[in-house]
């Protein structure tokens, strides 16, 4: 504030500066003018009173006296007063001259003075925008401060931040340097975990070995017992048949592809797994079938005239079980699990032969494809996987962009995928897109394909089943029924051998069977008292089998 108080103080002393030579230039054509008519004035009183005298000299010399002016006094005289009234009269006749000169000078200076008086106005008009200005520039000088100091303050950060740029660059540099050691370290530990993992593998091998030789051992004390005492064994043997089948079963011969029977009576019932149950597979040649769920363990029963007898419990999971699979042969089976692998067992003798990882999510499907030394799988981690078993490398990674919740095989190239994003996807190994994509009204729970590879199955999320014909890709049927109702996204639904019925689970424990050649509901199957999360038809059609998600097995018979 003092700054700009000194700086008006001189632009007023400037001002008045240029007001008074201004008053200098203008007054300076007058100034003689004046002086001359000051002494023109002064001559017109001095003659006045020369004259004045001279009168009263005229006055006294008319008075008798003894001495009298002569004649050249007069004379002189006279021509002295006549000097005087020429030259008063020329000093009137110029005072005319001064007075219209001075009418005309003040005309002037009334014009002067109008254009003075709008001088002032405009200098107020200006002094009144230079406040303004002055005002605007003590503000931008004020803002200018405070750019400065931002631009100080911006200054010191910014070289803060190239100071942690600087620091930051030094410690991503050193990660670096761990994060290359780490990667050394891992693939060291990745390959220690894999020969951990077939040392594993032998260890459980070798267990399985040790408990068939247990129980081979078993049976021949038993048969060696047996041999004592032949007649009272018999007895023993017709009481534990009668006792592990409730109701007679019929003998069934041998069906074919063309003829199959709905199975409406309960056979066997028995728990099959610790925890809940998931997914139960028959083998294509009818002598076994699979279970699994969460207690982690894959089991293999087998099928006798006693009933169904666990042949082994094959471990090595460390999460649930989620599907299961024969190849074609029957010679090989294999587990999906939710610790992201999968695994591969040999029938005969139990062993685990390979261990597949390389989903980062679990593992909801998987089947062999087309042979035994090649695998397909689905995760939730929206791909699909084609193994290799001979290489024990994945050769092929499909991204199809939702989770799969189960995939089907139709040949050795063919792979068809249900998701979560109510699509159907068709996939060829050999390429990384699908081929074609169907779309239901609901989640895709599971799929199944008839024996003949001409007719696709899906479960839906909107209580339906959908048929579609391979051979046009079209849907050629929809079933649904009053009660009908999925429970989970793994329910899991099969066609029968001839492609005629079709069965699925309901949540209050029923099981619906419709008959696709008629397109009508063929009948319900009650026994469970849960939600029945998987069913899978006997590869001859002459039994059916159940999984109650409460570990309960049912196999159903004509």
């Excluded at 990660?175 to 891992?186: D, F, G």
């Excluded at 990745?190 to 459980?204: C, F, G, N, S």
């Excluded at 309960?552 to 018979?557: A, G, M, S």
Aim: charged share 25%; hydrophobic share 35%; proline share 3%.
């Amino acid at each position: 504030m003092p700054a700009r108080q000194e700086w008006r103080g001189e632009f007023r002393t400037q001002i008045l500066t240029r007001l008074y030579d201004r008053n200098k230039r203008e007054n300076r054509g007058f100034t003689e003018l004046f002086q001359h008519h000051e002494r023109l004035f002064e001559n017109w009183a001095s003659i006045r009173q020369e004259n004045l005298r001279l009168q009263m000299e005229q006055r006294g010399d008319r008075r008798p006296s003894s001495s009298g002016l002569t004649e050249e006094r007069e004379k002189a005289l006279e021509q002295k007063v006549m000097g005087l009234q020429e030259e008063l009269t020329e000093m009137h006749r110029k005072r005319g001259e001064n007075a219209s000169q001075v009418l005309s000078l003040s005309a002037k200076l009334t014009d002067r003075e109008a254009e003075i008086s709008e001088e002032k106005e405009k200098m107020g008009q200006v002094q009144t925008q230079l406040a303004g200005c002055v005002a605007k520039a003590a503000d931008l000088e004020d803002q200018m401060k405070f750019f400065q100091a931002k631009s100080q303050e911006l200054e010191a950060t910014n070289e803060l931040l190239r100071d942690e740029h600087q620091a930051l660059q030094l410690a991503y540099n050193s990660l670096e340097e761990k994060y290359l050691k780490n990667l050394k370290e891992n693939s060291q530990l990745v390959q220690r975990y894999i020969e951990i993992k077939a040392q594993h593998a032998d260890l459980m091998n070798q267990e399985n070995e040790n408990f068939v030789k247990k129980r081979q051992a078993k049976v021949q004390k038993e048969l060696e017992d047996a041999a004592k005492e032949v007649k009272t064994v018999v007895e023993v043997e017709d009481a534990s048949a009668v006792t592990l089948v409730p109701e007679a079963t019929p003998s069934v011969p041998p069906l074919g592809l063309d003829y199959c029977l709905v199975p409406k009576t309960v056979s066997y019932i028995f728990d099959s797994t610790e925890g809940e149950l998931y997914t139960v597979r028959w083998s294509p040649n009818g002598k076994h079938f699979l279970t699994g769920g969460a207690d982690r363990k894959v089991k293999l029963w087998e099928c006798t005239s006693n009933g169904p007898e666990l042949r082994a419990a094959l471990t090595g999971a460390n999460a649930s079980i989620m599907s299961v699979d024969f190849d074609n042969s029957a010679n090989f089976m294999l587990a999906s699990s939710s610790d992201y692998a999968i695994r591969v067992w040999t029938v005969d003798d139990h062993r685990l032969r390979h261990t597949l990882t390389g989903h980062s999510q679990k593992v909801l499907a998987a089947r062999f494809l087309g042979s035994s030394t090649k695998v397909a799988s689905g995760s939730h981690d929206r791909t699909l996987k084609v193994w290799d078993l001979s290489a024990r490398a994945c050769i092929s990674t499909k991204f199809a962009g939702s989770s799969c919740n189960d995939l089907v095989c139709v040949d050795g190239s063919s792979i068809i995928s249900g998701h979560y994003d109510k699509r159907i996807r068709f996939w060829d190994a050999r390429t990384d897109s699908p081929t074609q994509e169907v779309n239901l009204c609901g989640r895709i729970t599971s799929l199944d394909l008839s024996l003949d590879k001409n007719y696709l199955m899906a479960s839906v999320r909107d209580d339906s089943l959908a048929v579609l014909d391979l051979r046009m890709n079209t849907i050629v049927g929809q079933y649904s029924a009053e009660g009908f109702k999925i429970s989970s996204d793994f329910d899991r639904c099969c066609f029968s051998p001839n492609a005629v019925y079709i069965a699925c689970g309901s949540s209050d424990g029923s099981i619906f069977v419709w008959n696709v050649m008629e397109n009508k509901l063929d009948s319900v199957l009650k026994q469970h008292s849960g939600p029945v999360i998987a069913c899978h038809w006997h590869p001859r059609g002459v039994s059916l089998l159940s999984a109650e998600k409460s570990k309960k097995i049912v196999i159903w018979t004509p």
